[in-house]
């Protein structure tokens, strides 16, 4: 087990280093420094926030700097807003979309496994087709497209949830159910089709030839091992979850790290960008490293220990 | 005396995107206590489906009974609500399927699976059902059943697994055990020993069998009758001798004669040519007959009915009608070297 | 048991027609003919493909036959609700609404196709090198695109469009630059499948010969989920580009995308939610149509897929 999370660990580490790495040199490669845009500088001050910031620094320099303050989450100054340091901004709006992003997916994995679950033993029926039209519209739908919609009949129109910010639960209801919608549609989808190929399973008929009832053949045989594709779709829900963050936490007035990603590409605050890409990346890989000790306790064919397991 | 269990005429049909497919068409057989009867024929021909349907086990929608009847215990299967089939199922049949690796619930216990239908059928305590599983998973041969009854399918061996299938099949003691081809997924000298512990079970148990498969040296082995069956219908049956010594219908000589000999050379395995019907669009006539070699007019349009050549062989084939030619099986479906069981 | 109306001659033997024998044995109407037909059943797969085929006609007509253009300010006229003048109202620089809507379907729907096609290329050059080389080759192929895949979608996107001048050719780089992959893996998997002994001999074994074997059963049983995915990378890119428009990376100006109407209109939604509905609905209505075609023909194509 120590073994393994150790292989995992250096691997999560291996892939920050490439991340880290491109982002530095993508940056490096955008149009105009960062000083470069509205506010007209005199070149003698740009020089001399140049020199502050260390960006006359050679290259390699400035690269071997951000690395080696980067793993210890020090990713510099904000470019834009002054006297704020990258990570303090991290941490104070992540936690807002810790909130949301535990909420969505919440919303989205109990209502999708529903769904798809009503869906399979209710298969052509007309419980199936209504899960199926919710899951191919909640497709369809973008999930900026539900925030305005929700925004606009719950919060505008009738006035019964708040417009915007983040200040109590009833704030987090709309823009947590907007972010939902897709990754929950997929989700009903992956469980209907999964449980439907688990219902028709040899062993499925196994259990019903034991005499077991309907209900415990359903849930104690098949939901379990239903749920497995479910579990493998957690990383991408993480990522389907914090870039919907984005555009959701912006819509919604949230002072989230989404919104701070989308007002630090639109300010092009390029420390704040990747320092923020960063995180989000070691969040993901954090999470995918969870999400696979999840399965190895889901699925006992999953040795997670690292003997002979893959 | 009664029969143990008495199948009239059953039909099975699917609704498919491609037209109803006739799965199963008119099939009539009977089951004593303690005997097994083995049902063969090749791939598609309905055996599955027959014998699913014995337990009401074929999916409905997609499937329907087309007509027939099943009956056990005086009572007609094809009648019973799913609630009292439950009643039925594992406790007086049950059921064993090809294919071990997929058979078995790979996220649950083998302990687990075996007591559950001990628990249901015969109102045992967590405890007592596991102990029980120790004891059926010693009767079927796994060693160190103890620590065994805890582990998962996947760190069973195939053979093990079947093992284990077994095992949960008898948990209850049934009257009838429904074994689907349970040794084709298996090599050679498993397949042996399941085969073997099949038969010592009986002898302890006492329970009938019906054993599927389209493997003749597995019946010569294991069974007492045999019902051959092609698209959909029951074309011959008879007790083993008769069916090995004494077949009358050109597919069971097919089928004879593609049966490995023991003293023959392997080179002239002799497989039938050409494919079973289309059941979505059954031949009118004898179901055989786009591939019998001595298939005669009649036999397309007509369906021959059965000949009753003994107190317990029939054949369908219109060969024995008395106008039809005179034809003799042809060499190769001679049994010839080929051991007969009993 | 005998039938009175048999004659002796019925029963002469009956001369096998080989042919016939074949004919009953494998009903196989052609891959193509029978996908069609499941495809057809599908009702609402045909409402995708009515929707599109409407969608692409109005993108062309839809701005001449509103006697309007999809740039002209006229900032006396704004913020129209819909009207008689104003189909679907005007912006808040006066545009008309209803031009620009079908001028952002062109936009919408070439970037969507675009994104399509390109992933298609790059999948089918990458895909088929990998799969038909196999070994080191593929391993190497496949762990080069396994990493990119690795890296979120939209956020490789949005960082390649911070560094990248804006335009429609640079969203649709951006778009592709990782897109491709997906398609690289199923073309691999396709093109594995198609090299595989097993399923050549399969086929071979009911008698077919070589080449019509391998049009008739092996490509098109290939093409099927590549022309499954190709179609869902449509809707996809229409989000993708819609999302960026929303963080102000889309199209630039003058150019109109939906995506960029429901973003401008986002600001006023309060006041003119007409000027987000339209838009919106159509980015929506285009998603659900690609979407369903898509599902109707992963259904039709694999019939193994459930019923
Ligand atoms: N769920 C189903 N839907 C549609 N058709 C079915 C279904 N189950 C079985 N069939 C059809 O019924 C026919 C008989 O199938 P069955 O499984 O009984 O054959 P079998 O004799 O057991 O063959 P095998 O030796 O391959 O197990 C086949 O043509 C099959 O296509
Ligand atoms: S009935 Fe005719 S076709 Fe059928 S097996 Fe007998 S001879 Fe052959
Ligand atoms: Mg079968």
Same mark, same amino acid.
């Given at each position: 087990?120590?073994?393994?999370?150790?292989?995992?660990?250096?691997?999560? &580490?291996?892939?920050?280093?490439?991340?880290?790495?491109?982002?530095?040199?993508?940056?490096?490669?955008?149009?105009?420094?960062?000083?470069?845009?509205?506010?007209?500088?005199?070149?003698?001050?740009?020089?001399?926030?140049?020199?502050?910031?260390?960006?006359?620094?050679?290259?390699?320099?400035?690269?071997?700097?951000?690395?080696?303050?980067?793993?210890?989450?020090?990713?510099?100054?904000?470019?834009?807003?002054?006297? *704020?340091?990258?990570?303090?901004?991290?941490?104070?709006?992540?936690?807002?979309?810790?909130?949301?992003? &535990? %909420?969505?997916?919440?919303?989205?994995?109990?209502?999708?496994?529903?769904?798809?679950?009503?869906?399979?033993?209710?298969?052509?029926?007309?419980?199936?087709?209504?899960?199926?039209?919710?899951?191919?519209?909640?497709?369809?739908?973008?999930?900026?497209?539900?925030?305005?919609?929700?925004?606009?009949?719950?919060?505008?129109?009738?006035?019964?949830?708040?417009?915007?910010?983040?200040?109590?639960?009833?704030?987090?209801?709309?823009?947590?159910?907007?972010?939902?919608?897709?990754?929950?549609?997929?989700?009903?989808?992956?469980?209907?089709?999964?449980?439907?190929?688990?219902?028709?399973?040899?062993?499925?008929?196994?259990?019903?030839?034991?005499?077991?009832?309907?209900?415990?053949?359903?849930?104690?045989?098949?939901?379990?091992?239903?749920?497995?594709?479910?579990?493998? !779709?957690?990383?991408?829900?993480?990522?389907?979850?914090?870039?919907?963050?984005?555009?959701?936490?912006?819509?919604?007035?949230?002072?989230?790290?989404?919104?701070?990603?989308?007002?630090?590409?639109?300010?092009?605050?390029?420390?704040?960008?990747?320092?923020?890409?960063?995180?989000?990346?070691? $969040?993901?890989?954090?999470?995918?490293?969870?999400?696979?000790?999840? @399965?190895?306790?889901?699925?006992?064919?999953?040795?997670?220990?690292?003997?002979?397991?893959? | 005396?009664?029969?143990?269990?008495?199948?009239?005429?059953?039909?099975?049909?699917?609704?498919?995107?491609?037209?109803?497919?006739?799965?199963?068409?008119?099939?009539?057989?009977?089951?004593?206590?303690? %005997?097994?009867?083995?049902?063969?024929?090749?791939?598609?021909?309905?055996?599955?489906?027959?014998?699913?349907?014995?337990?009401?086990?074929?999916?409905?929608?997609?499937?329907?009974?087309?007509?027939?009847?099943?009956?056990?215990?005086?009572?007609?299967?094809?009648?019973?609500?799913?609630?009292?089939?439950?009643?039925?199922?594992?406790?007086?049949?049950?059921?064993?399927?090809?294919?071990?690796?997929?058979?078995?619930?790979?996220?649950?216990?083998?302990?687990?699976?075996?007591?559950?239908?001990?628990?249901?059928?015969?109102?045992?305590?967590?405890?007592?059902?596991?102990?029980?599983?120790?004891?059926?998973?010693?009767?079927?041969?796994?060693?160190?059943?103890?620590?065994?009854?805890?582990?998962?399918?996947?760190? !069973?061996?195939?053979?093990?697994? *079947?093992?284990?299938?077994?095992?949960?099949?008898?948990?209850?003691?049934?009257?009838?055990?429904?074994?689907?081809?349970?040794?084709?997924?298996?090599?050679?000298?498993?397949?042996?020993?399941?085969?073997?512990?099949?038969?010592?079970?009986?002898?302890?148990?006492?329970?009938?069998?019906?054993?599927?498969?389209?493997?003749?040296?597995?019946?010569?082995?294991?069974?007492?009758?045999?019902?051959?069956?092609?698209?959909?219908?029951?074309?011959?049956?008879?007790?083993?001798?008769?069916?090995? !010594?004494?077949?009358?219908?050109?597919?069971?000589?097919?089928?004879?004669?593609?049966?490995?000999?023991?003293?023959?050379?392997?080179?002239?395995?002799?497989?039938?040519?050409?494919?079973?019907?289309?059941?979505?669009?059954?031949?009118?006539?004898?179901?055989?007959?786009?591939?019998?070699?001595?298939?005669?007019?009649?036999?397309?349009?007509?369906?021959?009915?059965?000949?009753?050549?003994?107190?317990?062989?029939?054949?369908?084939?219109?060969?024995?009608?008395?106008?039809?030619?005179?034809?003799?099986?042809? %060499?190769?479906?001679?049994?010839?070297?080929?051991?007969?069981?009993? | 048991?005998?039938?009175?109306?048999?004659?002796?001659?019925?029963?002469?033997?009956?001369?096998?027609?080989?042919?016939?024998? %074949?004919?009953?044995?494998?009903?196989?109407?052609?891959?193509?003919?029978?996908?069609?037909?499941?495809?057809?059943?599908?009702?609402?797969?045909?409402?995708?493909?009515?929707?599109?085929?409407?969608?692409?006609?109005?993108?062309?007509?839809?701005?001449?036959?509103?006697?309007?253009? @999809?740039?002209?300010?006229?900032?006396?006229?704004?913020?129209?609700?819909?009207?008689?003048?104003?189909?679907?109202?005007?912006?808040?620089?006066?545009?008309?609404?209803?031009?620009?809507?079908?001028?952002?379907?062109?936009?919408?729907?070439?970037?969507?196709?675009?994104?399509?096609?390109?992933?298609?290329?790059?999948?089918?050059?990458?895909?088929?090198?990998?799969?038909?080389?196999?070994?080191?080759?593929?391993?190497?192929?496949?762990?080069?695109?396994?990493? $990119?895949?690795?890296?979120?979608?939209?956020?490789?996107?949005?960082?390649?469009?911070?560094?990248?001048?804006?335009?429609?050719?640079?969203?649709?780089?951006?778009?592709?630059?990782?897109?491709?992959?997906?398609?690289?893996?199923?073309?691999?998997?396709?093109?594995?499948?198609?090299?595989?002994?097993? !399923?050549?001999?399969?086929?071979?074994?009911?008698?077919?010969?070589?080449?019509?074997?391998?049009?008739?059963?092996?490509?098109?049983?290939?093409?099927?989920?590549?022309?499954?995915?190709?179609?869902?990378?449509?809707?996809?890119?229409?989000?993708?580009?819609?999302?960026?428009?929303?963080?102000?990376?889309?199209?630039?100006?003058?150019?109109?995308?939906?995506?960029?109407?429901?973003?401008?209109?986002?600001?006023?939604?309060?006041?003119?939610?007409?000027?987000?509905?339209?838009?919106?609905?159509?980015?929506?209505?285009?998603?659900?149509?690609?979407?369903?075609?898509?599902?109707?023909?992963?259904?039709?194509?694999?019939?193994?897929?459930?019923?």
């Amino acid at each position: 087990m120590a073994k393994y999370l150790l292989k995992r660990l250096a691997y999560i &580490i291996v892939s920050l280093f490439f991340i880290i790495t491109i982002t530095f040199f993508l940056m490096q490669a955008a149009p105009g420094g960062p000083f470069a845009s509205e506010k007209k500088l005199t070149p003698a001050l740009e020089e001399q926030m140049n020199e502050a910031y260390g960006l006359n620094d050679p290259l390699y320099e400035q690269y071997f700097n951000y690395l080696v303050n980067a793993f210890t989450f020090d990713f510099g100054p904000s470019f834009k807003y002054v006297g *704020q340091d990258v990570i303090e901004i991290i941490t104070r709006s992540f936690p807002y979309s810790l909130i949301l992003g &535990i %909420e969505s997916i919440l919303i989205a994995l109990s209502i999708g496994v529903l769904l798809g679950v009503i869906a399979a033993v209710k298969h052509n029926k007309f419980g199936d087709y209504t899960a199926m039209v919710i899951a191919v519209l909640g497709i369809s739908v973008p999930s900026f497209i539900m925030a305005t919609v929700l925004q606009y009949i719950f919060a505008i129109k009738l006035g019964a949830l708040p417009v915007a910010r983040f200040e109590s639960f009833a704030h987090t209801i709309l823009p947590a159910i907007a972010l939902a919608t897709t990754p929950l549609a997929f989700i009903a989808r992956l469980m209907r089709s999964s449980m439907l190929d688990v219902l028709n399973s040899d062993y499925i008929k196994t259990a019903k030839s034991k005499g077991l009832g309907q209900r415990v053949v359903t849930y104690k045989h098949g939901l379990r091992n239903a749920i497995l594709p479910v579990v493998s !779709y957690l990383g991408p829900l993480v990522v389907s979850i914090l870039t919907g963050s984005f555009i959701i936490e912006s819509i919604f007035g949230i002072p989230g790290l989404g919104s701070e990603f989308v007002v630090s590409v639109t300010n092009r605050d390029y420390t704040v960008i990747m320092g923020t890409t960063v995180f989000f990346s070691v $969040l993901l890989l954090v999470s995918i490293l969870l999400v696979d000790l999840l @399965y190895g306790l889901v699925d006992p064919r999953i040795k997670v220990a690292g003997k002979g397991g893959k | 005396m009664s029969k143990l269990l008495e199948v009239k005429d059953l039909s099975i049909a699917f609704d498919t995107y491609g037209g109803e497919v006739q799965a199963v068409r008119g099939v009539t057989f009977d089951l004593d206590e303690k %005997e097994t009867l083995a049902i063969v024929g090749e791939s598609g021909s309905g055996k599955s489906v027959t014998a699913q349907s014995l337990m009401r086990l074929v999916p409905m929608p997609p499937g329907k009974f087309a007509g027939g009847s099943i009956v056990f215990n005086e009572e007609d299967l094809v009648e019973k609500s799913d609630k009292q089939m439950e009643g039925i199922r594992g406790k007086d049949i049950s059921m064993i399927f090809q294919d071990p690796m997929t058979s078995l619930n790979p996220t649950m216990p083998i302990g687990k699976q075996i007591s559950e239908g001990l628990i249901k059928h015969q109102n045992m305590s967590k405890k007592a059902a596991h102990n029980r599983g120790i004891e059926l998973l010693k009767l079927v041969g796994i060693p160190n059943p103890e620590r065994r009854i805890d582990q998962y399918p996947h760190e !069973y061996s195939g053979g093990m697994r *079947q093992r284990a299938m077994i095992a949960i099949a008898l948990a209850c003691n049934p009257k009838i055990l429904i074994a689907d081809e349970p040794t084709t997924a298996l090599d050679v000298t498993i397949q042996a020993q399941i085969l073997d512990l099949m038969r010592d079970v009986q002898e302890e148990t006492g329970t009938a069998i019906i054993l599927i498969t389209h493997d003749l040296g597995v019946v010569a082995n294991a069974a007492n009758r045999v019902a051959v069956m092609y698209g959909g219908k029951i074309v011959e049956t008879g007790n083993v001798n008769e069916i090995f !010594y004494n077949p009358k219908h050109p597919y069971t000589w097919g089928l004879l004669s593609s049966m490995p000999k023991i003293d023959g050379d392997d080179e002239e395995l002799l497989a039938i040519p050409g494919s079973p019907p289309d059941l979505a669009d059954p031949p009118k006539g004898c179901p055989f007959a786009a591939r019998c070699p001595y298939a005669m007019k009649v036999c397309e349009n007509h369906m021959p009915e059965y000949t009753h050549l003994s107190e317990t062989q029939q054949t369908a084939c219109w060969l024995l009608d008395e106008r039809a030619p005179d034809v003799e099986a042809p %060499e190769s479906a001679m049994v010839g070297g080929t051991k007969v069981h009993e | 048991m005998a039938l009175p109306q048999l004659k002796d001659s019925d029963f002469e033997p009956l001369q096998i027609n080989d042919e016939e024998a %074949e004919k009953i044995a494998g009903e196989s109407t052609s891959y193509w003919k029978d996908a069609w037909r499941r495809f057809r059943k599908n009702k609402l797969a045909l409402f995708g493909i009515v929707m599109i085929v409407l969608l692409g006609i109005m993108s062309f007509i839809g701005g001449p036959i509103s006697g309007h253009n @999809y740039f002209d300010n006229d900032l006396l006229n704004a913020n129209k609700s819909p009207s008689g003048e104003h189909w679907f109202g005007t912006d808040n620089l006066g545009r008309d609404i209803f031009a620009r809507t079908w001028y952002g379907a062109k936009i919408s729907l070439f970037i969507g196709l675009m994104a399509a096609l390109i992933d298609l290329v790059i999948g089918i050059i990458w895909g088929s090198i990998a799969g038909y080389f196999g070994g080191k080759v593929d391993e190497y192929m496949m762990r080069v695109a396994d990493v $990119l895949y690795g890296v979120p979608y939209l956020l490789v996107v949005i960082l390649l469009m911070v560094i990248l001048p804006q335009g429609l050719w640079t969203l649709i780089i951006a778009m592709t630059i990782t897109g491709w992959i997906n398609m690289a893996r199923i073309v691999r998997g396709q093109v594995m499948q198609l090299r595989s002994e097993e !399923y050549v001999m399969a086929s071979r074994s009911l008698g077919a010969s070589n080449t019509r074997l391998l049009f008739k059963h092996l490509v098109p049983n290939t093409m099927g989920p590549i022309l499954v995915t190709l179609t869902l990378t449509i809707p996809n890119a229409i989000f993708t580009e819609a999302f960026l428009s929303f963080l102000g990376l889309g199209v630039p100006a003058p150019l109109a995308s939906w995506g960029t109407m429901s973003s401008d209109a986002l600001q006023s939604l309060q006041y003119y939610p007409f000027q987000l509905f339209f838009p919106a609905f159509f980015i929506c209505l285009t998603m659900l149509a690609f979407n369903v075609i898509g599902d109707g023909m992963r259904d039709a194509l694999d019939p193994k897929e459930r019923k």
